[in-house]
């Protein structure tokens, strides 16, 4: 029996045939073979080398006797996992940001992603045209603006004046 989708949420659907592979005691070339697959295919998908695609989903899906989209889901979970974690480590143009802007706390060391509301809030109140620009072009203008609509009071008036400026409010 395959586990459910939401347990193993994020988790390339490799492994998982992998192991009801080695559960049902059957050799990838017999799951090639008996799906209609080449053995190469199957083995690159259990190596974590290929993704699954609809075709192969419901191949699949007949075989281990499950939803037709099964895999399809895993491998979908897995992607959006990856780009989770692809864009956590995106940073913005650090030339086009003045270091003494985050003069509080260690620069290298800022999660972009985490601190976001943070650090629109302070790029708008004590920031220049070239770093407001790059914030609104790492995040997007509009999650700028919807961010900065939501900040109630800010003590710096330069805040306000930017996020008009910059058509953000």
Avoid: C
Avoid at 42 to 48: L, P, V
């Amino acid at each position: 029996m395959l586990p459910k989708i939401t347990k193993i949420k994020g988790i390339h659907p490799g492994l998982i045939l992998g192991r009801e592979i080695k559960r049902n005691n059957i050799k990838s070339s017999q799951l090639a073979m008996s799906i209609g697959e080449h053995k190469q295919t199957i083995s690159a998908i259990i190596n974590q080398k290929r993704g699954i695609n609809p075709e192969l989903s419901i191949k699949l899906a007949n075989y281990f006797h499950t939803e037709e989209d099964y895999f399809m889901m895993l491998q979908a979970g897995y992607e959006v996992k990856r780009k989770l974690i692809e864009n956590s480590n995106r940073m913005p143009n650090l030339d086009n940001i003045r270091r003494v802007l985050f003069w509080d706390t260690s620069f290298d060391k800022i999660d972009w992603n985490k601190n976001k509301r943070a650090i629109i809030q302070r790029i708008l109140e004590r920031g220049n045209d070239k770093e407001i620009n790059e914030i609104i072009k790492f995040y997007g203008k509009a999650t700028v603006s919807k961010i900065a609509k939501s900040i109630n009071l800010s003590r710096f008036s330069t805040f306000q004046k930017n996020a008009e400026t910059y058509d953000l409010i």
